[in-house]
């Protein structure tokens, strides 16, 4: 049942006969890995499954000896068609370049194979992207789990979700919160950081990235400067490396830094950042509350919910074609806004009895295209809006 949308889209493609090469991106735990696995029980679909990660001095030589391999297992197989699947591919340097070749070479020789490739960061498969790929293959980002897939799987209600999150593997722990919150510090976000990030890219100062990941989480849904970010890590960084820090993040599906909403591209990249993350679990895990003591707290609470909002909007972004942003204009604010070809939403997240709805009416005002909603108290309940794919707002 992981990601089965997902799944059988992959299997109708197989189906077709027609070769294709599928990249899936995306966090850690998410059921990448499972997904593929349960693709290989399908009836009437064969192929192999390798993975490149934990393999000392690992390189592209690597990569040909297990495309060749499953080239030889085609030919046995008698079958119009075999997948080949290779897991942890950012691992390998430069591992484009080889691909490239060896699928061009199956072009020629109308070689059957399909190639499915899996990474845990969307930057960081990027990078080993040294020669084109154009026109070779298509990628698929598998997000953090929904509402209704924690639904379907665990029984979740809305409030469960919202504050421990979309992991699944972490789904049966919740009743030990301690050792949940460990099990989501530790195995999942410190190992992201540093087997996604600080094993793949360049990062001078590895514990002011990890401090401005632990300052995101607690001010998620919130905008806060970079200025005011340094003066809170107490740390001789600048803006420019903060700037690159959250962007590595948000590419690991940690942390993502939301920009101003503007019709000018200028003063959108200039804005201060509205820290987002893309699974409330890692906001929740540092949180010194636990579910029942929030959820006491009318006040924290809310920006509990406003958060979840916002990962749902934040992971949906990357899977479905829309951008997202934040907007405030001096004292009118916005909570988010959707903007997919040229059509705009603000979004204002309501779950108390502050109503206050100044900043939807002014931005109405300067964008009277847009179209205006709201999540929660007298608008869509907000847990009825974790249900549904944001693309139908459009």
């Known amino acids: 049942m ?16 027609r070769r294709f090469m599928q990249v899936l991106a995306g966090p850690r735990q998410v059921g990448k890995t499972t997904m593929v696995l349960q693709l290989l029980t399908e009836p009437g679909i064969q192929g192999c499954y390798v993975a490149a990660d934990d393999i000392s001095g690992i390189g592209i030589s690597w990569i040909e000896l297990q495309w060749e391999t499953a080239r030889q297992k085609l030919k046995m197989a008698g079958t119009d068609s075999f997948v080949l699947i290779i897991d942890e591919i950012q691992k390998i340097p430069n591992w484009s370049e ?21 990474g845990s960061s969307r930057l960081l498969l990027q990078t080993g992207m040294t020669e084109s790929l154009a026109g070779r293959y298509e990628t698929m980002y598998i997000s953090h789990w929904s509402l209704s897939e924690m639904r379907e799987a665990f029984d979740w209600n809305a409030d469960q979700y919202a504050w421990y999150g979309g992991f699944p593997g972490a789904a049966s722990l919740i009743n030990d919160e301690r050792r949940w919150k460990n099990y989501i510090n530790n195995s999942l976000a410190e190992t992201s950081i540093s087997k996604d990030i600080l094993m793949m890219s360049r990062v001078d100062k590895p514990a002011l990235m990890r401090r401005l990941f632990d300052l995101g989480c607690s001010y998620s849904g919130q905008m806060l400067s970079f200025n005011k970010i340094l003066g809170q890590l107490l740390d001789a960084g600048n803006t420019t490396t903060l700037s690159h820090y959250l962007n590595l993040l948000d590419s690991a599906g940690l942390l993502g830094g939301l920009e101003k909403f503007s019709r000018d591209k200028a003063r959108k990249r200039s804005s201060s950042p509205k820290f987002q993350v893309h699974n409330t679990a890692f906001a929740s895990a540092l949180n010194p509350y636990d579910f029942q003591m929030i959820t006491e707290n009318r006040e924290k609470w809310g920006r509990v919910v406003e958060s979840a909002v916002g990962a749902h909007l934040i992971n949906n972004a990357y899977s479905q074609d829309y951008s997202l942003f934040y907007w405030r204009d001096g004292n009118y604010e916005v909570d988010f806004v959707l903007e997919h070809k040229g059509r705009i939403i603000a979004l204002e997240v309501k779950s108390g009895h502050n109503l206050r709805t100044a900043g939807m009416v002014q931005f109405r005002k300067l964008y009277p295209d847009s179209k205006i909603m709201l999540v929660g108290k007298e608008g869509l309940p907000w847990e009825e809006f974790l249900m549904i794919n944001p693309m139908e707002l459009f």
């Open 2 to 17: 992981i990601k089965r949308a997902q799944l059988q889209l992959i299997i109708s493609r197989i189906k077709e006969k």
């Open 98 to 118: 080889i691909v490239k070749k060896l699928w061009d070479a199956d072009s020629r020789e109308n070689t059957q194979l399909h190639v499915i490739l899996l």
